[in-house]
């Protein structure tokens, strides 16, 4: 009798815990909050890709109820990175009318039905809402197969022009170039953002000069690379745009780089600029041929690429009172110019109000790099990184000199508190990364560490009273490259473990360590190698 109690109570306990996950809250949460959560689980940093375990798709595989509310949500569904299908490729051995090829073919045909499908489904889900699309087929495909199949997702993707906001797209052959160019402004009333990504074929420049597409009325955010004709030929409204991206390495080997004058032409007619990253090369004695000043009242963020000695002549009739973010980088080198570096320019018009700054500062002089550091006194973000060009010939054969041996250990130096405490360059630098810090020592970079979170520490335990001058801010985030092989007497991650359990995000890489060969002895080498015909005759 006891026995079949227990057992009735074990039962009704099972039963009561099962439905205890009825009343979690989450369960208990409303659906438009739940919408809400849904929102920010897709990625941040690309459209939503069509994969079951990533969001939003992997929402609706949860449970009924997340799969209700996540299909009702068009938001989720507003976004979409549409991947080109790789078709099957025969073997060489087999021809290409096999029945095992054309079995394999008839089934990929079919999954790229379904693909089609699931695309036109995944953009209905998301209403009448704007949609981000991005579409970057690779070049390396098979001409004949991919053109076709790039040709219907072009025609899906049109279907919905009405209502592109982002459109991110890769153009492969000259008739995808022709047909997007040719798409009118009035096909196209809320796109706001184009990135256009051109290969190096023949893409119809002509087609583009009068483009409706570069004309959207609501067109703000503008990037291009390997673009067919040079921007500054270009029929557009420039004054609408915000943001203007035309940074591309490999415009110059088709000499299609901006040179001053376009330069110079087109900030003149970008009023309205928020961020522009932009590449100049120009001959060696060039200068702007105009001293008129050019008013950028709303320009935060600058990228620029310096290819033109006579930068400078530019940068000095800029008007930029609300810069704070500056790229620089130079194809040059210190010792071939014949004046200060145009980076020293740009910043005598900002104020000292520069937060962010990213260089090579390998390619500068210790005083140039002083200075530099003593025009940001509000830095908070420092980044060494190299040039999207890489080196140059002439900075390559310099890299062994001792300018580029001392140059990071310097910098450090000059941002690390004085042994007094009451002085320290950039003394509100939070973040600092040095992706390519050549002949950094693992010591010296420590030394800096610690110097550096050390006089935060000092300040937070005494007070102003001793340290008024210096209000030094603690590293948040530090992110190091080393090239030199690792240490193995200096355990920097461990003697940072303090700041980093306090909230320190460090991250720090090394080359792999080089390994010793032991040496072999080759029975067949400096033998000749067997020819075919010598194959073929031994059987």
């Not at 079951?52 to 798709?57: G, R, T």
């Amino acid at each position: 009798m006891l026995d079949d109690l227990k057992n009735q109570r074990d039962a009704l306990g099972e039963i009561i815990y099962e439905h205890y996950r009825l009343l979690t809250p989450i369960r208990r949460m409303p659906d438009d909050i739940l919408s809400e959560i849904f929102l920010w689980c897709l990625p941040d940093k690309h459209n939503a890709v069509m994969s079951a375990s990533e969001a939003p798709l992997l929402l609706g595989r949860v449970c009924s109820r997340w799969r209700y509310v996540a299909y009702r949500t068009p938001r989720l569904w507003a976004t979409l990175h549409i991947p080109l299908p790789i078709p099957p490729s025969p073997n060489i051995l087999l021809s290409n009318q096999s029945l095992q090829f054309q079995q394999v073919s008839e089934a990929f045909e079919e999954k790229y039905q379904n693909h089609c499908q699931a695309i036109r489904e995944w953009f209905a889900r998301s209403g009448s809402r704007p949609l981000s699309i991005s579409f970057n087929p690779k070049e390396s495909f098979p001409s004949t197969t991919s053109n076709e199949q790039i040709r219907k997702y072009f025609d899906l993707i049109l279907e919905y022009s009405h209502r592109w906001r982002d459109l991110e797209i890769s153009i492969t052959a000259a008739e995808f170039s022709t047909f997007l160019a040719s798409i009118s402004s009035n096909a196209v009333p809320l796109l706001e953002s184009l990135h256009l990504k051109f290969f190096r074929r023949n893409m119809q420049p002509d087609a583009w000069q009068c483009s409706g597409l570069l004309n959207a009325p609501k067109l703000r955010v503008l990037q291009v690379s390997q673009f067919p004709c040079r921007p500054s030929t270009l029929n557009v409204d420039w004054s609408r745009l915000t943001h203007l991206i035309i940074a591309d390495s490999g415009a110059t080997l088709r000499n299609r780089n901006l040179n001053l004058t376009e330069a110079q032409r087109i900030f003149v007619q970008c009023k309205h600029l928020v961020h522009c990253s932009i590449d100049i090369m120009d001959v060696p004695d060039a200068t702007c041929d105009s001293s008129e000043p050019i008013s950028l009242p709303h320009l935060v963020s600058l990228d620029v690429v310096d290819g033109a000695k006579g930068l400078s002549t530019l940068f000095r009739n800029l008007y930029v009172p609300a810069l704070r973010s500056i790229s620089y980088h130079t194809t040059l080198w210190p010792t071939t110019r014949t004046q200060q570096s145009p980076l020293f320019v740009l910043l005598s018009g900002t104020n000292g109000q520069i937060t962010s700054f990213s260089t090579d500062i390998h390619l500068f002089t210790y005083q140039e790099v002083l200075e530099i550091f003593n025009s940001m006194p509000l830095l908070k973000s420092f980044s060494n990184r190299r040039s999207r060009f890489g080196h140059s010939r002439e900075q390559s054969r310099m890299r062994g000199c001792p300018i580029y041996k001392d140059v990071m250990k310097a910098v450090l130096d000059l941002l690390s508190p004085s042994p007094d405490g009451r002085s320290c360059l950039c003394p509100r630098l939070l973040n600092i990364d040095l992706s390519d810090s050549l002949y950094l020592k693992e010591e010296d970079a420590l030394h800096f560490l610690r110097a550096r979170l050390g006089a935060s520490d000092i300040q937070m335990s005494v007070g102003c009273s001793s340290f008024e001058t210096m209000d030094v801010a603690r590293l948040t985030s530090v992110s190091i490259t080393f090239t030199l092989e690792r240490a193995n007497y200096l355990d920097i991650q461990k003697a940072l473990e303090p700041y980093v359990r306090e909230g320190l995000k460090l991250n720090l890489s090394f080359p792999h360590p080089r390994k010793i060969s032991p040496g072999i002895i080759n029975p067949l080498s400096g033998l000749p190698k067997y020819q075919a015909s010598d194959i073929l005759w031994s059987f």
